[in-house]
């Protein structure tokens, strides 16, 4: 079983930055594709940026690619979201998960608020 737990959001104005980190315990982090999805209000969830097990290639979705940086320390179990020039329409829950053969695990968000 694996288990996440986010963290790092909170309220930030437009133009702003953010880290969120996700810290990962139970089975081999390494071995796991990391994924960051986000859900807004009245929206479904979607996928943000992923990042792989080997040679960590990574993933965006075009929303956020320029702007967006997944990476990963697999030291620490913990992946990380860097979230730059932030917009209202970033604001969300964004929430971790872990591919882990066919099972996906998730982490129980974390909120990010972007006002001007």
């Known amino acids: 079983q694996v288990q996440l737990v986010e963290s790092g959001g909170g309220p930030v104005q437009v133009g702003g930055s953010l880290r969120l980190s996700c810290a990962a315990s139970?089975?081999?982090?390494?071995?796991?594709?990391m994924l960051w999805f986000r859900q807004a209000p009245g929206k479904e969830r979607e996928f943000v940026a992923s990042i792989m097990s080997i040679y960590g290639s990574t993933n965006y979705a075009d929303s956020v690619k320029g702007r967006f940086t997944i990476s990963r320390d697999n030291a620490k179990n913990t992946v990380f979201l860097q979230m730059n020039s932030l917009n209202p329409e970033d604001t969300a829950v964004y929430y971790c998960a872990a591919q882990v053969r066919s099972s996906r695990y998730w982490g129980q968000g974390t909120q990010v608020t972007v006002s001007s």
């Open positions: 139970g089975g081999t982090f390494r071995s796991y594709t």
